[in-house]
């Protein structure tokens, strides 16, 4: 197993995204559901590629929208997908996802740590996001970097509406 510090942090490009094949950020997401599907759990909704290249494209130093992806090597191992809002205060995360080879690894919180980072040297007052909850589901893993439970959406999957002040 490699260590965290084999994992370099940079801002996602719209190259980033890739080709089928590619290990870039469409490889990566593919990978993801198939574990979810594997895992006889309910498959994530369909990504909007065009409109997370047009995010990228927008990030500028004081633009609203993060986008983030963690390597190894010239792999896409995890990625984040976030928006500042300079109005409300609150940095709203849109994606999180890390390559179930590699869950568990610090790779997911390292996201977490630049994301927040981030927010608070923006003037954020919190930060928020919706996540399947249950066991061995996200929710969990958030509760476990200080979120709460704001509300729950019963349903299948579950989803929980989480929320931190930084």
């Known amino acids: ?16 995204i890739g080709k089928t094949g590619q290990k870039g950020i469409r490889d990566l997401f593919n990978t993801v559901q198939r574990h979810e599907r594997r895992a006889g759990r309910a498959p994530l909704a369909p990504p ?9 494209d927008r990030q500028i130093p004081a633009g609203p929208h993060e986008a983030l992806v963690a390597l190894r090597g010239n792999a896409v191992v995890g990625f984040c997908l976030a928006r500042h809002d300079a109005k409300t205060r609150v940095t709203k995360l849109d994606k999180l996802f890390v390559h179930p080879d590699v869950q568990g690894q610090g790779i997911g919180r390292l996201l977490m740590s630049q994301v927040t980072i981030t927010a608070q040297s923006r003037g954020q007052i919190a930060m928020t996001l919706r996540a399947e909850s249950g066991e061995n589901r996200a929710s969990g893993f958030y509760q476990q970097l200080g979120y709460s439970v704001e ?11 989480l929320r931190r002040q930084i």
Do not use: C, H, N, Q
């Not at 197993?1 to 980033?16: G, H, N």
């Not at 909007?48 to 990228?56: G, I, K, L, P, S």
């Not at 509300?151 to 509406?161: A, F, L, M, Q, V």
């Open 48 to 56: 909007a590629y065009a409109d997370w290249a047009r995010r990228m």
């Open 151 to 161: 509300s729950r959406k019963p349903g299948r999957p579950t989803i929980d509406t």
């Open 1 to 16: 197993m490699e260590d965290i510090f084999s994992i370099t942090l940079r801002p996602a490009v719209r190259s980033d």
